[in-house]
Each structure stands twice: as C-alpha cells, then as structure tokens.
C-alpha cells in the first residue's frame, strides 16, 4: 500500500545529471501524506455513513501510489542501470504485506466463527485472493459488486484495491526499466521516455475504462486495466511536477478549490456508477491543484491560510500514518457488526463504535507492526545486508505459500465436489423420499438433511458450468442465444426437449434428462441468466432483448417438439406472483415457429438465502418462502394463451398445504433464495412426469395412454 524509498546504488552507468533532467527532487511533502490520510477517511467515513455512495478516496489512493512510485524507481532504474528487486520485494514484505496478512487471518478466523457454513467456501476462497493480490479478479468471478455492505456481503472486499496496487507494484518496475531502456537508445532522457511510456498506457486504460463503463460497470470498477490510468496520473504528476506550477498569485484559491473537489466527491458524485470513467478526474483533479500550488519546490510557507498547510497539521498527518491499518480493518469490523447485528444496516451506536474500534487498531498495526517492520535493518556489512533481504523475501513467499496451500486445501476439503451425473444416485430414497414424502404413508425418519451445506451454492445443474449458458449481465456477446446439446442424445430421440429463458428454466435440467432417460427424448437448454421471456425495454436496452429477439430463429433452425420455460415470476421481494409485461407476445413468437410450449408455474423466492438461514439454526419453515406471495389463482389459467401452449402447476410439491419448507423428505429445496437444488428436482421426476401426462399427452406417443 505505501511505497517504500528505494535507496541509490553506488554504481552510476548514465549520467546523474540526465537521469535526474525534469525529475522532481526527493523529498517529503507532508500535505501528501496528509492528503493519504484524508483520501482513507473519506473511504471509511462514506463505508460507514454514506448508504454505499464511494468518496473518490480510492482513486485518490491509486494516484498518491503512482506518484510515490514513479519517480522513486526512475531515479533508481537510470541510476544504476537496474532495480534492486531484493530490496525492492523485502520493503514491500516489511511495510505491505506483513499488515495485511495479519488482517487477512484474523478476518478469516472470526469469518469461520461467525459466518454460517454456506459462507465459509466463498470466505476462505477471498482470503487466498486477497493474500496473492487477485481480489478484484475473484469478486469478478464470483459475480459480487462493489457497493454498500449488506448481510453477505465479504469482508474481504475491500482487497480489490489493494489488489490493484499489489499488481500495479509488479509490473511499474518493469515499466521504469523500459524507460532507462529507450533512453540509452535514443536522445531522449529517462524521464522523457517514462512519461511518453506513462502517456500510452493511461490512454489505453482510459479508453478501456470508458468500453467497459458502456458493458459492465460493476465489472469496470473493479478491474486492474481500467486503474491503470490513475496511477498513471499520479506518476505524470511526479515526472511533470517540476513544471507542473500556478501562478504564485492564484496558489491559495487553487489548493483551496482542489481540496473542496476531493471532498465534495462523494457528496456530489455516484462513483459508483460512474468511476473510473472521466468523472474520476473530479477527484483527481483536486490532488493535482493541491500538489500543483505548493509552488516551486513545494516549500512554500504552509499555514492555516492554504490547503497545504492544512494538511500538514497533526490530525491530518495522524491519520495518515495510521491510514493503511485504519482501511485494513474498518471493512470487516462493519461486516462482523452486521452479521452480529443481523441487521441491513448499521445504528449509530454501532457505526461510532465500529469507527473508534478501527481507529484504534488502525494505530496498533502502524505502532506494533508498520514502525518495527518499516526501520531498516543494520548495516554492518553489505553482505548482512543483503542476507536480511534474503531473509524477508524468503518469509514473504512462504507466508504466501502457506496461506495459498492453507486455504486451498481447506476449500477442497469442506466443498462438496460438483460431480457430474444424477445428485441422488446412490443415496437411500427411504431415508431421503424428498418430495415423495408429501404423498407417503409415513414420515422420513430423523436424519441430517440431504445434501451437506458446505458448498451447497456451486452445486448447480452440469450445463451451467459449461460455456454454453450465457451469464447475467451485459458482457459482450452475452446476448447470443446458445444451445448447450445432450451428452447422452439418443440416436432417434422420439421427442426433442428444450429448456429455454432463465436459471428457473434451467434448473430444471436433472428433472428432465431422467425423463429422457426413460422415454428416449433429447434434452437441450438455452439460457441466459436473469432473462425470461417478456418485452423490450426501449429505456435501458440490454443484451436480454438481444437475446429475446434472437431466440425464434434458433428455434425455427433447431425444430424442438416441445419449448419449457416459467410462465409466472414468485418475486423475492414484497410483492404477489405476476406474469412479465410482454410475455405472451414472447409466447406466441416460439408457437408460430411449430412448437409447443409448456409454461411452469414460477417456483417460491424468498429475500434471505435459505442455506444460510438453516446454517445459522432456522429450521425448514422459517427459512422457507412465503405462499402468501403466490397468487390466490394461477394467473396462468385466467389467460388466453396461444395455439399449443399448455401448462403444469407443481406448487404443492414446494408448498404443501399451503406452507412452504426449505427441507421436504430429508432433502433440501433451494441451492439459494430461489433456485431449488438437483437433489430436490431429481425427487420430483414422478410427479412432474404425471402432470406432463395430464397436461401434454402427446408428448408421450402411445406410453400415455
């Protein structure tokens, strides 16, 4: 997180004299180190007070680390003709690393002892990324957002930007070398060649950062390619700041006016939806008119009078010695209040306490850790030296050998592996009837329901983990209609059956490929992740209305018998069941190409996540939706629906007599808030396959009769 200086060779193969050529001179500017502090506070102040609103702090972060690091490495590579990585890694160990592993175990200790079971996979998971400085890519995968902390929201999620820099620390140098590089080639000085350097790649960030600000925002917060830009700011500000200079007569009202734009940032601007885009340089240009009027050497008199001296008082320079702690360990303390709590949202007396908690470990990592770790070691001679640099790399990637073999194996071992073939196959069906239970005799005996919780999530049907499902959101491409084919088509199928629209389609896949099995049918299934069957949106297009447009001429090329999607939507929130504005338009479209359609009745939602709920002592009928949100009548049958459109109601089997279980027969219904589990639908097979034969007769041939 904070640069270490790195320390001039005694070997100068190019001239000192051309390196340092329009290089601003060492030295400490403590209304930068104020600014740190203050960009950090805004961070935890608008975690804790601003209802997910983002500050500009972090962006102010990733420049101040550009700065620091630009020039610091240039003086060194063009100096010495190299950069002494040893040195290098060690003080990023000492003053980075040892911090935030500290963090990272404690987290991940009290995350095992107050998350449920169903968060423990995805917890221990996040810890290794954070700890190899890849958060940002594994919030990415794993389909999380940056935005206010709710009941499941990771406390690792803040490591995105660190991890930003992490990697950012791997690459820079690389760059300050290329720089020295060109130089010796050319008459160009290495500050010159850094810049021009500097210039491309945040140009390419830049424009990078604006395409995918138009193709997935959340995706573009968080990634490393879009950042770049902004480090890359910081450190043309270091390569320009000798030239960089305002008028003497304008310098107060220009540190005043840069300081009002950082902190009227998060007040003004909804980063979230709009960072790291061009609005970024709202509060990038607040650090550039502060650094900008510190004038010529930036030793200007710093009083009460300019922003400078401002940020040169103690509370300032206070908080920004404490600033790495103080972010490292705000963000899990609000988490762990949340889940003690089990509340949305903080109270006051929670967020104060959360405050002065992290304040106070904040100053204990930087007294007991950050002080010691960052005093360099004796020099008795350069060979002792050099053998203590050993020594802290050395420690350094064990720690990170250790921590990524330790949570590995731990997510290997308490995951339930996603097996491919039938989720109940092998499992003792008197003991685990599932839904067969609400038509027996008697009762399923009392035993541990099926399956385990741990890693219940990623168990989902084997087509999703393929990549012929198109995912949620507005990726490019991801609005192309895909056919994921049987692998076990038969040679004749005597029908041709194709799940179709969203997951809730889809979750229905081990259902119907045991119904094939039986009946010699062919099983296809085309979706796409949250997008059903319904009308444009001309106010917010997206690539669902892509996807919708597209699906007839799929379905003309493919010639299924029979289209299989939800005909009603149960929702997770306050609200009764409905059907989708547009939808039997959709429907009609997919009749008109000659196949039937069959539309289900939306299965149950509910707004917490039923693993969870259980995981944490609820039992099947409080963790389980609500039937109150389903309508009184089928909206289904109250319906004109095209030709050859027919329908099957299976609500009994989720909520029988009218109450809804997460447990039926031993087994667990929902994988989530909404999705059931393999092991539930496998269960349901019999009853599906006798209302298909009520519903749809045709479908069988003769068998039905």
């Known amino acids: 997180m904070f640069p270490p200086t790195l320390a001039r060779s005694p070997r100068a193969p190019m001239n000192p004299e051309r390196v340092r050529d329009g290089l601003p001179e060492r030295r400490y500017r403590p209304e930068l180190h104020g600014l740190r502090g203050l960009a950090i506070a805004g961070v935890v102040l608008f975690h804790l007070f601003g209802a997910g609103r983002v500050s500009g702090g972090i962006d102010i972060f990733l420049a101040i680390s550009g700065f620091l690091f630009t020039a610091m490495l240039l003086r060194e590579a063009g100096t010495t003709g190299r950069v002494d990585f040893l040195r290098y890694f060690g003080r990023l ?12 175990l404690v987290t991940t200790f009290v995350g095992l002892l107050l998350l449920p079971l169903t968060r423990h996979g995805q917890l221990v998971t996040e810890a290794r990324a954070s700890l190899l400085y890849f958060e940002n890519f594994e919030l990415i995968r794993s389909q999380l957002s940056y935005e206010a902390a709710g009941a499941e929201t990771s406390p690792f999620q803040h490591f995105w930007s660190l991890s930003v820099q992490g990697q950012f620390y791997l690459i820079w140098p690389l760059v300050a070398l290329l720089a020295v590089w060109m130089a010796r080639r050319s008459r160009f000085s290495p500050t010159t060649a850094m810049t021009g350097l500097v210039v491309m790649l945040m140009a390419s960030s830049f424009g990078f950062a604006l395409y995918m ?30 030239r960089l200079m305002v008028p003497e007569r304008l310098r107060t009202a220009a540190g005043w006016t840069g300081l009002a734009l950082i902190i009227s940032c998060g007040f003004l601007l909804d980063g979230a939806s709009m960072f790291p885009g061009p609005w970024a340089l709202w509060p990038l240009a607040g650090l550039a008119l502060v650094m900008a009027s510190a004038g010529p050497g930036g030793d200007r008199q710093r009083t009460l009078t300019t922003a400078q001296g401002l940020l040169s008082t103690a509370p300032f320079s206070r908080l920004g ?107 003792d069906r008197i003991l685990y009837p599932g839904a067969d239970i609400i038509s027996a005799d008697d009762s399923a005996r009392d035993v541990e329901f099926y399956p385990e919780l741990g890693g219940i999530s990623r168990r989902v049907p084997e087509y999703a983990r393929t990549d012929c499902h198109q995912p949620t959101g507005d990726d490019p491409g991801s609005g192309e209609v895909l056919v994921c084919e049987d692998s076990a088509q038969p040679t004749n199928p005597a029908k041709t059956i194709m799940l179709a629209g ?65 005909g009603t939507a149960v929702p997770r929130e306050p609200g009764t069941e409905e059907i989708h504005d547009g939808a039997p338009d959709r429907w009609e479209e997919i009749t008109a190409t000659g196949t039937d359609l069959l539309l289900l009745r939306g299965t149950p939602r509910t707004e917490e996540n039923v693993p969870d709920c259980l995981a944490e002592g609820g039992d099947a009928v409080e963790c389980a939706p609500d039937f109150e949100k389903f309508a009184s009548t089928d909206p289904l049958t109250e319906l004109t629906l095209p030709e050859n459109t027919y329908t099957v109601d299976l609500t009994d089997h989720f909520c029988p007599q009218q ?11 929902y994988r989530d808030s909404h999705h059931l589990t393999n092991e539930y639908v496998e269960t349901m097979v019999p009853h599906l396959e006798r209302k298909l034969q009520e519903s749809v007769p045709q479908l069988f041939g003769s068998q039905a009769s």
């Open 93 to 104: 160990a000492r003053r980075i690393l040892a911090p935030a592993a500290l963090v990272i």
């Open 213 to 242: 600000h138009q193709q997935s925002q959340a995706e573009a917060y968080l990634l490393t390619q879009t950042r770049i830009w902004e480090l890359g700011f910081g450190g043309l500000l270091a390569l320009l700041g000798a």
């Open 321 to 427: 010695d404490i600033a790495y702690g103080l972010y490292l360990w705000h963000w899990p303390l609000v988490i762990f209040m949340l889940e003690l709590r089990g509340d949305e949202a903080l109270s006051a007396a929670d967020t104060i306490l959360v405050l002065g908690v992290s304040l106070l470990l904040g100053w204990l990592t930087q007294r007991f850790i950050e002080q010691p770790l960052a005093r360099r070691p004796r020099r008795d001679s350069s060979a002792g030296h050099r053998s203590a640099g050993r020594m802290t790399v050395a420690l350094a990637a064990g720690t990170l050998l250790i921590g990524a073999a330790a949570t590995t194996t731990y997510v290997q071992l308490t995951t339930a592996p996603e097996e491919d073939g039938l989720a109940m196959a092998g499992v």
């Open 502 to 566: 969203g997951s809730h389609a889809g979750h229905w896949h081990n259902a119907w490929i045991m119904l094939a099995e039986k009946h010699n049918w062919e099983v296809l299934v085309s979706t796409k992740g949250g997008c059903v069957f319904r009308a444009n949106d001309p106010e917010e297009p997206s690539t669902c209305d892509q996807w919708n447009d597209e699906f007839p001429e799929v379905l003309a090329e493919r010639e299924p018998d029979l289209v299989v999607t939800p």
């Open 659 to 669: 109450q809804c279980s997460a447990v039926i027969g031993n087994v667990l219904v």
